[in-house]
């Protein structure tokens, strides 16, 4: 790959209470990410599930008009305002339940995979919080940006990778350039314009190789969320909530769900959940 390329995500929706666009292929474009679904969430439609074998990462925008509650069976009950972030690091096993905090009002926000390094898939499950107020903010001429997680973020990732929501005024460009090593992709959370020749909208996703630069002409204002990464490049069997590195471990993972070593979570309408 060596030139830029866009992507196009696939809608799906869950009822009346949950719709997405969400990233998933081609898997080699977007590593160390497993998957990125842009959502919008009003009701509960999860139950409590499985994780094992990379970080399921939550984050909110900050226009979303309301939080979710995320819980776990490591015993953690959280909040996640709008423009937070949550990240639980599954690794060998971990239940888990996220639902909006004031159901019949909208959440707004993505939904991340990030893959685990092989000699991290079977690590303890783990959770890291960060609230809006502790996001590095940046600016230039026309646009503005959070560092989410990595770059300048503050919390101790287990892969190389990063995401920044830019904001960008109409009529104005943003240079963005990846690090040697890293690829990435930026999704068009709102807003368009052009990179270079590629039309660039609402839904889309402008995918960059390794090293790669792009200026970003923003028609009206926009709003990217931009991903990058280096990629792990490495065997990647997926089993419905399970991502590990071979049939082998996708059968521990089961055997470890279904005998409860990933632990318990009680459904939410029993009196101790």
Not at 79 to 105: K, N, Q, S
Request: hydrophobic share 40%; net charge negative.
């Amino acid at each position: 790959m060596s030139t830029a390329r866009l992507l196009q995500p696939k809608s799906h929706r869950i009822g009346a209470g949950f719709q997405a666009d969400g990233l998933r292929e081609p898997l080699e474009l977007l590593d160390p990410f497993i998957m990125v679904d842009h959502f919008r969430m009003s009701e509960p439609v999860f139950a409590p599930h499985p994780h094992a074998g990379f970080s399921a990462v939550t984050y909110l925008f900050d226009d979303s008009a309301a939080g979710l509650l995320s819980r776990d069976s490591l015993g953690g009950q959280h909040a996640i305002p709008p423009g937070g972030l949550h990240w639980t690091v599954a690794g060998r096993g971990v239940m888990h339940d996220e639902y909006p905090a004031a159901p019949g009002r909208e959440t707004h926000g993505l939904q991340i995979f990030v893959n685990l390094p092989a000699d991290q898939k079977l690590r303890g499950p783990a959770v890291m919080r960060l609230g809006p107020e502790q996001m590095p903010h940046s600016a230039g001429a026309g646009w503005r940006a959070v560092q989410v997680f990595g770059g300048t973020s503050g919390l101790a990732l287990p892969t190389a990778a990063s995401l920044s929501i830019v904001d960008i005024d109409g009529g104005a460009q943003f240079d963005w350039q990846l690090q040697p090593g890293e690829q990435g992709f930026a999704l068009v959370v709102q807003g368009g314009g052009q990179a270079g020749e590629l039309p660039l909208s609402a839904g889309r996703a402008l995918s960059l190789p390794e090293g790669g630069h792009a200026c970003i002409a923003a028609e009206a204002a926009t709003r990217l969320a931009v991903f990058s990464g280096r990629p792990l490049r490495e065997p990647v069997v997926r089993h419905g909530p399970f991502v590990m590195s071979d049939e082998g471990q996708i059968v521990a993972a089961l055997q470890r769900f279904q005998t409860g070593g990933m632990g318990r979570l009680s459904p939410r309408n029993t009196p101790n959940a």
